[in-house]
């Protein structure tokens, strides 16, 4: 669960650190104080995408924490594939935001990207909210309430994959019953290629070698006049070699007198030798400098064709084999493409006969689950006070699509003896609120989150209905963390813990703060709510009986 909120210079809240407990916990106050900035906070810090305008005026960057206990098992072993460690059950979410735009996350420390705070974050929390309510609306949302609540995620996969690769077969069939014409037209194309590649040998590596041996022979004639001037004036008549002989000879007789002398005949012997080695390398470099026009001519040439193979078929040598590999690969398989494509013609058959007998299979599952979570559906709205409610799911099947056959919508007639019909042409606001909550009422058996928040589930809504919706989300907080940003008293009441969002001015500045609030402080917000800015003892009176029947913590105090 969440046990920990805190948020710095995000909007109106320079900083406000929230202490969570489990069970049901609401936030109130006036609209505008602040309570949907905690909500885009706890998106911010669950890595979804913000806007630099939530950093608070003045400030260059914001930052959020939320400290999660009691974390699953799931999660843990999700953090550790992506290598965060994970001692005990808690993890720490951490995110900062810069006005230049750049973020940087932490989870439990260590540094992390947006995408992997994402992939951890709906196993953590769901957010409920308005624009929830508007995917009632969106029939493509429909089936997805069915699958989760009918858990058909196997059923889903073994579909999909055979789609799949029924689709990718289609394709290659299709590639294949290419019209007589283009077939003819591109085997010659085909070959023409083939035979240029095969023909130009293509080696790894040579347009490099060419090009060195190129830059070499460009300079090659100022190289062998410095080359043998060297050589002369190591080995020539009057030359280095011939001196330093001379110096040997004459020193070789006289070495043997002194210890000194021996060193410097040693030194001197040395020298002659070493400079004979350099007189044979250079010798050797002239020997392979030696070439005439016709070797110029030809690495140009072939310089020149491999440029313009490259502007063809790759940029590089690997790359223009590789083609050549493929247009063969190819070209047999136009050749031989009449069998093959019988041969596939066959396969897609027998996997369109078992992609067919997948989707009909979840369909069925469909239904039995459409029918089920409509039963379950049509109970919840009872209880939240629409009694005459009826509730179906329309499934009509078509054409194979990655998600199967059915096209599912939810019919809901709230009047006894009226026809139903599609959602967007009878429900009203508040209907939508309950309807969602009814939704999420039934798939939380199937939900495994700890946490859950409502925000501003009780839009248009009020009264009895009102009090119903406060019954089931306290139901819901028997078995999950539940969060609800309202402006009903009704609901507010029946509230395990409730923080109130205040706002204030000072020094030209808005502020926003949070504080949990006693049974006193709740007395006084929901006397507030009910009767606004001038609170009466009746006013307070009543909120305190309001408190007492909803909420069997004070019920016998």
Known sequence: ?????????????????????????VFTGETGAGKSIIIDSIYAVLGQRTSRDLIRS????????????????????QLEEMGIECDGDEILIQR??????????????????????????????????????????????HRGFVDSFGMLDSSIEKYSQSYKKL???????????????????RIELLKYQIDELQKADIKVGEREALTEKARIYANAGKMISKLNSAYRAIKGEVSATSFLSQAVRDLGGISSQTEQLQKVDAELNDLYYRLENCSDEIRDIISTLDFNE????????????????SSKYGATEQDMLDYLANAEKELDAIINSHQRAQELSDEYERLRAETERLAFELSADREGAGKLLCQKIKNELQFLDMPDVDFYVSNTTGNFTPDGIDNIEFLISTNMGETPKPLSKIASGGELSRIMLAIKNVLVAHDSVDTLIFDEVDAGVSGRAAQKIGL????????????????????????????????????????????????????????RILGGMNITELMLKNAEEILRSSNKKWRNQ
């Open 1 to 25: 669960m969440l046990s920990n909120l805190v948020i710095e210079n995000i909007a109106v809240i320079e900083r406000a650190e929230i202490d969570f407990d489990f069970g049901m916990g």
């Open 58 to 77: 003045g400030s260059n960057s914001a930052f959020v924490s939320a400290l999660f206990t009691g974390v699953s098992k799931q999660v843990k072993a």
């Open 96 to 141: 900062k935001l810069s006005l230049d735009g750049k973020n940087t996350c932490r989870i439990n420390g260590q540094m992390a990207t947006l995408s992997m705070i994402k992939e951890i974050s709906p196993f953590l929390v769901n957010i409920y909210g308005q624009h929830d309510e508007q995917a009632l609306l969106n029939t493509s949302a």
């Open 167 to 185: 689709k990718a077969l289609r394709k290659q069939i299709k590639a294949l019953n290419m019209d007589e014409e283009s077939r003819e037209r």
């Open 294 to 309: 016709q070797d110029v001519d030809n690495i140009e040439s072939r310089l020149e064709l491999l440029s313009k193979l």
């Open 472 to 527: 089931k989300l306290q139901e819901l907080a028997s078995h999950r963390q539940v969060l609800c940003v309202t402006h009903l008293s009704q609901i507010a009441a029946f509230a395990d813990f409730h923080l109130l969002i205040e706002k204030e001015v000072r020094d030209l500045r808005t502020y926003t703060t949070v504080k949990t609030l006693d049974f006193e402080g709740r007395k006084r917000e929901i006397a």
